[in-house]
C-alpha cells in the first residue's frame, strides 16, 4: 500500500517537459540517438540500466 502511494506522489510531480529537456540535454552531450519523449515509461526505457547516463 505504501508503495503505491509513493507512486501517485511521483506522478504527481512528474514533468514530461523536464523529463524530454532532460533527455534532450543527455543526447546533446553523449552524442548518442535518444528518444526525447518526455512521457514517464520512455523516460524511464530510455535511463533504467544506467549504461546513458554513465556515457
Not at 26 to 43: C, L, Q, S
Amino acid at each position: 500500500m505504501a508503495s503505491g502511494l509513493m507512486s501517485k506522489k511521483v506522478e504527481a510531480k512528474y514533468s514530461e517537459q523536464l523529463a524530454a529537456e532532460c533527455l534532450e540535454w543527455i543526447a546533446a552531450i553523449t552524442g548518442k540517438d535518444v528518444d526525447p519523449n518526455g512521457a514517464m515509461d520512455n523516460f524511464y526505457e530510455q535511463l533504467k540500466n544506467g549504461v546513458l547516463l554513465c556515457e
